[in-house]
């Protein structure tokens, strides 16, 4: 089977988005003609219809599909190739890619911690991919990212300790079960629920399936500031990773749960010698480092 060029594998995946030949022509940088002879010529060479040209806007055949699936991997392992070749170019010690899974990493953890780094090796460029946990998980196993902020579990991995987080309830300030010292699954479970979709649904379910509930989810949001926006002005309760939270919360008042949930948050890597020197240096730097977080937490 002939292996399929670039172009191809990025014009199908613009297609699937666009399902137009001159939009993906534009957004590639080419001609129409050129993007149409590239899929058209693969096909020949293969035997499969990647297309369905009959309908408007344009569609893909399960060939086509497959093909896209596999295409932002290449995508990716492109991008992480062009960062380190780009580093050897400038007489850089290399690339570190480091996997986030959410706000409490990218905004609470790893910061203070890759200042002080990049102060021990100006050399070393650090690039940072942020995404849900199975995504990093993900990125981390195929070689995408060369560290990785994750929660548990880890046992397959090489891990240090970071920090440990705690779901926390979130309610507007003036609401009558904001002063309690804790709140249960059965008292949220009767208020309008929006439930975060940066990574802690799984967990946030499980706390209420283990007491016989369920949240009445009315709005579902990634950001945390679209959350904390949401629940002053009334629209409802959520839980968050305590973490994730900023300092200034306006409006909202944050309420312990009982029972309580916590979670331990590693710096992992996959077992073994590192791939890289870069690697190597932010391992053993780490290994090495005071992981205390800016606010007293300990890791």
């Known amino acids: 089977m002939t292996d399929p060029s670039i172009t191809v594998l990025r014009a199908l995946k613009s297609l699937r988005k666009t399902g137009s030949v001159s939009r993906t022509a534009a957004g590639l940088g080419l001609t129409q003609s050129a993007v ?10 293969t035997g499969l219809t990647l297309l369905r040209r009959e309908a408007r806007p344009l569609t893909l055949t399960e060939a086509g599909e497959v093909m896209v699936a596999h295409a932002t991997d290449i995508d990716r392992s492109l991008a992480a190739l062009s960062e380190e070749l780009a580093a050897l170019h400038k007489n850089r010690a290399g690339t570190l890619r480091i996997g986030s899974f959410g706000p409490t990493a990218s905004t609470r953890i790893l910061p203070a911690l890759l200042g002080r780094f990049r ?25 995408l990212t060369d560290v990785a902020v994750l929660s548990d ?25 904001s002063a309690r010292p804790a709140l249960s699954p059965g008292e949220l479970s009767d208020l309008p629920f929006i439930m975060t979709l940066a990574g802690n649904e799984p967990a946030i379910l499980d706390w209420f399936r283990q007491a016989g509930h369920r949240p009445d989810t009315r709005h579902r949001v990634q950001q945390t500031h679209s959350i904390l926006a949401l629940v002053g002005a009334g629209q409802g309760a959520a839980i968050v990773a305590s973490l994730s939270l900023p300092q200034d919360m306006a409006g909202v008042r944050t309420v312990p749960l009982a029972p309580s949930t916590e979670r331990q948050i590693y710096l992992v890597k996959k077992p073994g010698t590192p791939r890289s020197t870069a690697v190597t240096a932010f391992w053993e730097f780490v290994t090495g480092a005071d992981l205390r977080l800016p606010d007293g937490g300990t890791a």
């Open 36 to 45: 149409s002879r590239a899929i058209a010529g693969y096909e020949q060479a």
């Open 153 to 177: 579990p880890v046992d397959d991995l090489d891990a240090l300790p970071l920090a440990t987080d705690r779901l926390i309830a979130l309610l507007p300030e003036d609401h009558p079960l």
């Open 119 to 143: 102060k021990a090796h100006p050399g070393i460029a650090v690039s940072i991919h942020e995404g849900p946990d199975d995504t990093t998980r993900e990125g981390l196993s195929k070689g």
